[in-house]
């Protein structure tokens, strides 16, 4: 997470309340708006399965995930980001998926449910880049750029993962779609924010995650 001081507390807690045995491995991407210094006063209240983990500088999501990957000990992995945008309460529905049939992979859609939640913009970019992944690898995603993606740990740490920013999205997908794990998808709810709320992927990120999907198929 990055500068998420506003709603690190409320999403924190969300996480510790899901009903779900966990391992929990927060990474700090070099906040500079207190975020560091409230979550160091917070873990030192927490028990031996949270870790807090830092980077000196400011990296991108993608960084962030492959540190996080490094320290994972469980056998599922779920990516969380650092706002209120998804709902904790979800991970059961993703792992219920996971354990009711022999799927390794599974991605929360935003849009199965019908009501995504975001801006017309927002949605425009993930529906083309959703279709662009299904023409290029065969897949039939509904909702390739979501936050909410659980793996097998085996599947996730074996992938040799290289993206800073938030093309680890389509680098995820491609690489595990190459690998020949089948995706299933559930449907999770969405509270979308706006820019002034903190909202930080731009149109640049679209660009990057176009190349990224192109990139790893050829």
Same mark, same amino acid.
């Given at each position: 997470m990055y500068n998420e001081r506003d709603s690190i507390a409320d999403l924190l807690a969300q996480v510790m309340?899901?009903?779900?045995?966990?391992?929990?491995?927060?990474?700090?991407?070099?906040?500079?708006d207190g975020t560091t210094e409230?979550?160091?006063?917070?873990?030192?209240?927490?028990p031996a399965w949270v870790q807090c983990l830092r980077h000196a500088r400011n990296r991108g999501k993608g960084a962030a995930v492959r540190t996080a990957l490094a320290a994972v000990t469980e056998d599922w992995v779920v990516i969380q980001d650092g706002?209120?945008?998804?709902? @904790?309460?979800?991970?059961? %529905?993703? #792992?219920? *998926?996971?354990?009711?049939?022999?799927?390794?992979?599974?991605?929360?859609?935003r849009f199965l449910d019908g009501n995504p939640g975001m801006f017309f913009t927002q949605r425009a970019g993930n529906v083309i880049l959703t279709r662009l992944t299904n023409l290029l690898y065969g897949s039939s995603l509904t909702d390739m750029e979501t936050c909410y993606k659980l793996f097998a740990?085996?599947?996730?740490?074996?992938?040799?993962?290289?993206?800073?920013?938030?093309?680890?999205? @389509?680098?995820?997908?491609? %690489?595990? #779609?190459? *690998?020949?794990?089948?995706?299933?998808?559930?449907?999770?709810?969405?509270?979308?924010?706006?820019?002034v709320e903190g909202k930080k992927i731009n149109w640049k990120d679209f660009v990057s995650a176009v190349w990224t999907l192109c990139r790893w198929r050829w």
């Open positions: 309340a899901a009903d779900v045995e966990k391992q929990l491995v927060v990474v700090d991407d070099g906040s500079t409230w979550l160091e006063e917070w873990a030192a209240d927490q706002d209120l945008e998804y709902d @904790p309460r979800d991970y059961t %529905k993703l #792992l219920e *998926a996971a354990r009711s049939t022999p799927a390794k992979v599974v991605y929360g859609s740990a085996e599947v996730v740490t074996g992938l040799s993962l290289t993206s800073d920013r938030f093309n680890i999205e @389509p680098e995820l997908t491609a %690489k595990v #779609l190459r *690998a020949g794990h089948p995706i299933v998808e559930v449907p999770i709810s969405y509270a979308g924010r706006a820019y």
